[in-house]
C-alpha cells in the first residue's frame, strides 16, 4: 500500500500563502517531488509555486513578492503621510 499522507498538499495554508504575497520564477527549472510529482517553474500557477517555495524550500529558483505590509512599512508610510502634509501646509 502507498503511504499517501505525506503527500496531501494543505489548500488553506496555499490559499494564505497566496494572498499574502505573489511569487515569481527566477529560473526555468523542473522540480520533481514525491512520486509523479512535477512542478514546472515556467508554467507553473500561483498556488504550485508557493508550494514550491513554502513546502519545498526552493527560494534558490523562485522569488516571494510581499504584497502585505509589516509593521515597520506601515509605519513608513505614516510618517511619508504626515511629512507629505507638513510641507504642503508650508506652501499655502
Known amino acids: 500500500m502507498c503511504d ?5 498538499v494543505d489548500l488553506s495554508h496555499l490559499k494564505i500563502y497566496t494572498i499574502m504575497a505573489k511569487y515569481k520564477a527566477i529560473k526555468r527549472v523542473t522540480i520533481y517531488h514525491g512520486a509523479n510529482g512535477v512542478i514546472r517553474t515556467a508554467s ?3 498556488e ?3 508550494y514550491a517555495y ?3 524550500g526552493a527560494t534558490n529558483v ?6 502585505t505590509k509589516t509593521k515597520d512599512e506601515s ?3 505614516a510618517k511619508k503621510e504626515k511629512s507629505g502634509k507638513k510641507s ?3 506652501k499655502d
Open 4 to 8: 499517501c499522507s505525506n503527500n496531501i
Open 44 to 46: 507553473a500557477t500561483q
Open 48 to 50: 504550485e509555486l508557493a
Open 54 to 56: 513554502e513546502d519545498l
Open 62 to 67: 523562485i522569488e516571494k513578492l510581499s504584497t
Open 75 to 77: 509605519k513608513k508610510a
Open 88 to 90: 504642503s501646509n508650508k
